[in-house]
């Protein structure tokens, strides 16, 4: 059965960190890219940040110099640490697993970004 876990939301203050984590099982994971997408109230689904399968990145302009993002293969894990956050963060974010013709999604986790 394919999952992808997705964890470490939660509330924090402008100019905050949080580490998001997102677990995968059920395919293999290594040959995916995995991404980093957050929705916001009445917005858009947007891609925060991506990682391939050699560890290739890159960020929405939004993300740059604020976010990053890595995989662990041994764990099929996909980590996103975020620093400076801001309000206008404040999203549910998912990851997902793409590869051609092939594409799974996690459930989100709520990141929310207030005093």
């Known amino acids: 059965q394919v999952q992808l876990v997705e964890s470490g939301g939660g509330l924090v203050q402008p100019g905050g960190s949080l580490r998001l984590s997102c677990v995968a099982s059920?395919?293999?994971?290594?040959?995916?890219?995995i991404a980093w997408h957050r929705q916001a109230p009445g917005k858009e689904r947007e891609m925060v940040a991506h990682?391939?399968?050699?560890?290739?990145?890159n960020y929405a302009d939004s993300a740059k110099g604020r976010f990053t993002i890595s995989r662990d293969n041994s764990k099929n894990t996909v980590f996103l640490e975020m620093d400076a956050l801001k309000p206008e963060d404040t999203a549910v974010y998912y990851c997902q697993a793409i590869r051609i013709r092939s594409s799974f999604w996690g459930q989100g986790t709520q990141v929310t970004v207030s005093s």
């Open positions: 990682i391939t399968s050699g560890g290739r990145t």
């Open positions: 059920g395919f293999t994971f290594n040959d995916y890219t």
